[in-house]
């Protein structure tokens, strides 16, 4: 599952973990983001010693791994800024995708209370279309599940072909041992959630300086948009 951050990817990837038939994993290219992208986030360091940072050995594990008895769906959350462009997109084949969307405004919106200057590449929509169009897969925008979680998602299920389970609709507050060390820093919503929150339109306007960017990022948004599932 790929989308760009401040969507509701956490709050998806607790739906998924919630089946009993399915294992999660957290952002497991993040250590070879920040490795190999000079970026600086909280808890780099635990980060990087986290997991692989090779992005070879990572789609090699996700690949490839067995899963645990009694499960048959393996959910890998991603990030698509995280895709950097030495990354083979060949070895994403073997892989089954599917794609979260965002409206730019609401998405910039958001990322801005985190970073005030965020720039194109921050987002990953550049690198989700440009997945989207490799491997194709279902697309579903945050702001559908939201307004209809057990429609939204009965239909990401039929189009991936596995049964939906009404479990997907809530789950248990608090920490999971599946998220990433940085959830301390980022998962405090999710960690107080049991469900799907309701979805609010957007209040306020976008700061001027960042109306620029979020042009920049409407026709990614758009393609991607227009092809989404819908109930």
């Known amino acids: 599952m790929?989308?760009?951050?401040?969507?509701?990817?956490?709050?998806?990837?607790?739906?998924w973990e919630n089946r009993a038939d399915t294992v999660v994993v957290d952002e497991p290219l993040y250590s070879f983001y920040l490795t190999h992208s000079g970026v600086v986030h909280p808890a780099q360091?635990?980060?990087?010693?986290?997991?692989?940072?090779?992005?070879?050995?990572?789609?090699?594990?996700?690949?490839?791994?067995?899963?645990?008895?009694?499960?048959?769906?393996?959910?890998?959350?991603?990030?698509?800024?995280?895709?950097?462009?030495?990354?083979?997109?060949?070895?994403?084949?073997?892989?089954?995708?599917a794609f979260l969307i965002r409206d730019p405004?609401?998405?910039?919106?958001?990322?801005?209370?985190?970073?005030?200057?965020?720039?194109?590449?921050?987002?990953?929509?550049?690198?989700q279309l440009e997945i989207f169009r490799l491997v194709g897969g279902p697309v579903v925008d945050a702001a559908d599940i939201l307004r209809r979680p057990a429609v939204m998602l009965e239909a990401l299920c039929d189009a991936l072909g596995v049964p939906f389970d009404p479990a997907m609709l809530s789950w248990p507050a608090g920490p999971r041992p599946t998220d990433g060390v940085w959830a301390p820093h980022w998962y405090d919503g999710v960690w107080k959630s049991t469900g799907f929150g309701p979805y609010r339109e957007p209040s306020g306007d976008l700061p001027a300086a960042l109306e620029p960017l979020a042009r920049q990022c409407r026709p990614f948004y758009d393609e991607m948009y227009d092809q989404r599932l819908t109930p």
């Open 45 to 97: 360091d635990e980060i990087v010693a986290s997991m692989p940072s090779g992005w070879a050995e990572v789609l090699d594990e996700l690949s490839h791994a067995p899963l645990p008895d009694g499960k048959t769906v393996y959910y890998q959350k991603h990030m698509t800024h995280h895709l950097l462009p030495e990354v083979d997109r060949e070895a994403l084949r073997p892989l089954r995708h």
């Open 105 to 127: 405004r609401q998405l910039l919106a958001s990322y801005a209370r985190v970073r005030s200057e965020p720039v194109l590449a921050d987002l990953g929509l550049e690198q």
């Open 2 to 15: 790929w989308s760009g951050p401040r969507t509701i990817s956490t709050a998806l990837m607790r739906a």
